[in-house]
């Protein structure tokens, strides 16, 4: 188990990556709708999943690059985790780049997107290899798996 944050033998980072994943999420699919219907509702929620999503991303990221930083360099987790976390930061940038030129047009009318949808989707689409990618980590490397509790033992 190469996880070094935890709470009660549990690792952290599994824990908070759903949250970066589902804002992320929601803000496409909300830039998509408001693109459909021109509802500034829908893009002012993509902003608010926007925001949320970057700020959750970064609170999740602290503990991946820690657990990244204990593991041993002469195993195959360590690049697996290094291509991970190079796909999660490019995502983190790209809706980042969305969250502070999107937020700006908060009060606008009708805002006009520019760039929201195509970096939400390449976002999106770096998040689906990270998440590929991180189970791999978990599924063959058996990073953050508790390998003293096996299935079938008390």
């Given at each position: 188990?190469?996880?070094?944050?935890?709470?009660?033998?549990?690792?952290?980072?599994?824990?908070?990556?759903?949250?970066?994943?589902?804002?992320?999420?929601?803000?496409?699919?909300?830039?998509?709708?408001?693109?459909?219907?021109?509802?500034?509702?829908?893009?002012?929620?993509?902003?608010?999943?926007?925001?949320?999503?970057?700020?959750?991303?970064?609170?999740?990221?602290?503990?991946?690059?820690?657990?990244?930083?204990?593991?041993?360099?002469?195993?195959?987790?360590?690049?697996?985790?290094?291509?991970?976390?190079?796909?999660?930061?490019?995502?983190?940038?790209?809706?980042?780049?969305v969250a502070f030129t999107e937020c700006g047009k908060w009060d606008e009318v009708k805002p006009v997107?520019?760039?929201?949808?195509?970096?939400?989707?390449?976002?999106?689409?770096?998040?689906?290899?990270?998440?590929?990618?991180?189970?791999?980590?978990?599924?063959?490397?058996?990073?953050?798996?508790?390998?003293?509790?096996?299935?079938?033992?008390?």
């Amino acid at each position: 188990m190469y996880s070094k944050v935890k709470i009660a033998g549990h690792p952290v980072h599994p824990m908070l990556v759903a949250f970066p994943v589902a804002f992320y999420t929601a803000t496409l699919v909300c830039y998509i709708t408001y693109s459909s219907n021109q509802d500034p509702f829908w893009f002012r929620v993509a902003v608010v999943a926007n925001i949320a999503g970057v700020a959750t991303a970064v609170l999740a990221a602290l503990p991946g690059f820690i657990d990244w930083l204990f593991i041993p360099k002469d195993v195959g987790a360590k690049k697996t985790g290094l291509f991970h976390m190079i796909c999660n930061v490019l995502a983190l940038i790209c809706f980042a780049i969305v969250a502070f030129t999107e937020c700006g047009k908060w009060d606008e009318v009708k805002p006009v997107l520019g760039l929201a949808i195509p970096l939400t989707v390449i976002g999106f689409g770096l998040t689906l290899v990270a998440g590929f990618l991180g189970w791999t980590l978990v599924q063959k490397h058996h990073v953050g798996v508790d390998m003293e509790h096996q299935p079938g033992k008390v």
